[in-house]
């Protein structure tokens, strides 16, 4: 409860900032049920070395740090971006010497808060193709299975487009790109290993893969369909000690913190859990296009 006030009350500080500098107009808030519980703040976790989990309680942002800079994944909704300012300073970081961003995938849920905290750092803004070009715009393509129920997102002016396994580097921190989408054309997997004084781990920070939509979107025969299919197989190529994902429930993320607190060690590494996280997706894609086929 302590330390749960104290990230309000550091959040509360942040937003002062934030908010002093120049700002979009206010967007129309969609409808979104989830968002509050989404929002909860939640004190910064160390996942192992040098990464940590600085996100709200609902919505991922991974902290990748370095005496030279560091590397912020995700940036939750646009009312995430103080918490997740907040928590990068409870951690014991500097806000200004986050030097990289970074997106999972731009729904507003996990790029909403990009913008803001892009000028709040000065951060260089990186992503796929398609991912640059909605962080750019603001606005998700025809060809996004969820396009027309999203809410926009602040645009980014400056936007590097990168490749499919380009690897970034910031000092000497290096997290390597993997396309994975079909939740998002541009969803985007990142890779890198983090070390500790005991061992080192390869992180796995695994897009988003569940087949949801809007009214009317078919996945059968999609160029969504190709990408899912093409990502599940190669989330199960990949080196994975320690998955964590977008939504942290998609991993058990807090089940395995808990089980850690309570004095197991090794709680959050799994070798086979990218390749069980493919399965589990692609099954239920199988299962979205069996009530396609479904008169």
Not at 222 to 251: K, Y
Request: some cysteine; overall charge positive; proline content about 6%.
């Amino acid at each position: 409860m302590i330390r749960r006030r104290a990230l309000l009350l550091a959040a509360i500080a942040t937003a002062a900032t934030l908010e002093a500098q120049p700002q979009r107009p206010l967007r129309a808030t969609a409808p979104c049920p989830s968002c509050a519980t989404w929002n909860t703040p939640q004190a910064p976790v160390r996942i192992h070395g040098n990464s940590w989990y600085v996100g709200t309680r609902g919505l991922t942002a991974i902290l990748i740090t370095s005496p030279q800079g560091h590397i912020l994944i995700d940036g939750g909704l646009e009312e995430s971006a103080p918490l997740i300012a907040a928590s990068i300073r409870a951690a014991g970081f500097l806000l200004e010497d986050v030097k990289l961003l970074l997106t999972s995938h731009v729904h507003y849920d996990h790029a909403g808060g990009i913008a803001t905290l892009q000028r709040a750092t000065g951060a260089r803004v990186a992503a796929l193709g398609p991912a640059a070009e909605v962080l750019r715009t603001g606005r998700t393509r025809p060809n996004d299975p969820q396009h027309g129920t999203l809410v926009p997102i602040g645009t980014v002016l400056r936007v590097t487009t990168i490749r499919d396994r380009d690897t970034l580097r910031v000092g000497p921190l290096t997290v390597t790109a993997h396309h994975t989408g079909g939740h998002t054309p541009g969803g985007t997997t990142w890779t890198w290993q983090s070390c500790d004084s005991l061992a080192c781990r390869d992180v796995v920070y695994a897009d988003s893969q569940s087949p949801i939509s809007a009214d009317g979107f078919r996945f059968t025969g999609s160029e969504a369909l190709t990408l899912f299919r093409a990502g599940h197989a190669r989330l199960e190529t990949l080196s994975c000690d320690i998955l964590v994902t977008p939504h942290p429930e998609a991993s058990r993320f807090w089940q395995r913190i808990d089980a850690r607190t309570a004095g197991r060690s090794d709680a959050l590494v799994d070798r086979e859990a990218c390749r069980a996280y493919a399965t589990n997706y692609r099954e239920q894609l199988e299962a979205r296009l069996a009530r396609e086929r479904t008169p």
